[in-house]
Nanobody, 124 residues
C-alpha cells in the first residue's frame, strides 16, 4: 500500500515554471507506475502524464507535450512533474496516483492510490 502527498503548487504568471513533487510512503514504490492528473473547476479529471517503474518509459498528454516532463527518483520515493511555459488553461488541482498496472494508463480507474492534490494557478 502506498500513501501519496503532493507539494509544489502555487500561483505563477503565464510563461513561468513550477515543479510539483509527490512523496510516497509505504512498500514497493518502485513497483508502481506513477501518474499525474489534473482537474479544473467544472471539468472532468484529465490525464497529464505517467511514468513506468524504472522511469525509462513516459507518456504525456498532447495538451502538455513539450512543456511538462514527468520523472521519478525511486531512491527518494518521489515522482515529479516539471512544468514550463505555463498557460492559464493549466490552472487546476494536480493529483498524483500510483498503479500496479502497466501500459497505457489514462483513466482514473487504472490507478490504485491517489494523493490529496495541489493547486496550480496560472495568471495572465
Amino acid at each position: 500500500q502506498v500513501q501519496l502527498v503532493e507539494s509544489g503548487g502555487g500561483l505563477v504568471q503565464a510563461g513561468g515554471s513550477l515543479r510539483l513533487s509527490c512523496a510516497a510512503s509505504g512498500r514497493g514504490f518502485a513497483d508502481y507506475t506513477m501518474g499525474w492528473f489534473r482537474q479544473a473547476p467544472g471539468k472532468e479529471r484529465e490525464f497529464v502524464a505517467h511514468i513506468s517503474w524504472i522511469g525509462r518509459s513516459t507518456e504525456t498528454a498532447d495538451s502538455v507535450k513539450g512543456r511538462f516532463t514527468i520523472s521519478r527518483d525511486n531512491a527518494k520515493n518521489t515522482v515529479y512533474l516539471q512544468m514550463y511555459n505555463l498557460k492559464p488553461e493549466d490552472s487546476a488541482v494536480y493529483y498524483c496516483a500510483a498503479a500496479r498496472s502497466v501500459g497505457l494508463l489514462h483513466r482514473d480507474g487504472d490507478y490504485d492510490y491517489w494523493g490529496q492534490g495541489t493547486q496550480v494557478t496560472v495568471s495572465s
